[in-house]
C-alpha cells in the first residue's frame, strides 16, 4: 500500500521560511512524477510545483522564485523549501504521487 507522509508545517512570520518533506513508502518512487499542491480554506485545491523523474521542474506563477521542489530518490522523499512567505501562502500542503495523496501538513503565515 503506498503512502505519503508529509511533515514541517508549522506557524512562521511573514518573510520566513519553512522547509516541507515527504517520504513515500510501499511504492518504487524514482519513477514518478511528484507534486506539491496546497488548498487555502474556502478554495480549491491548486498547483504549487512539480518535479519529474529527470528532475525537471515547474511552478506556480504565485510560487516562483520563492519556492523550490527537490527529491532524493535515495530516500524516496520530495521537499518544498519555501522562502519569502506571505499570508497568502497559508494552506493545507498536499503531496501527490500518481493518484496517491499524503494527509496534508498546515502552513500558517502570520504576525
Known amino acids: 500500500q503506498v503512502q505519503l507522509v508529509e511533515s514541517g508545517g508549522g506557524l512562521v512570520q511573514p518573510g520566513g521560511s519553512l522547509r516541507l518533506s515527504c517520504v513515500v513508502s510501499?511504492?518504487?518512487?524514482?519513477?514518478?512524477?511528484m507534486g506539491w499542491y496546497r488548498q487555502a480554506p474556502g478554495k480549491q485545491r491548486e498547483l504549487v510545483a512539480t518535479?519529474?523523474?529527470?528532475?525537471?521542474?515547474n511552478y506556480a506563477d504565485s510560487t516562483k522564485g520563492r519556492f523550490t521542489i527537490s527529491r532524493d530518490n535515495a530516500k524516496k522523499t520530495v521537499y518544498l523549501q519555501m522562502n519569502s512567505l506571505k499570508p497568502e501562502d497559508t494552506a493545507v500542503y498536499y503531496c501527490?504521487?500518481?493518484?496517491?495523496w499524503g494527509q496534508g501538513t498546515q502552513v500558517t503565515v502570520s504576525s
Open positions: 510501499g511504492s518504487i518512487f524514482s519513477i514518478y512524477t
Open positions: 501527490k504521487m500518481g493518484l496517491g
Open positions: 518535479i519529474t523523474s529527470g528532475g525537471s521542474t
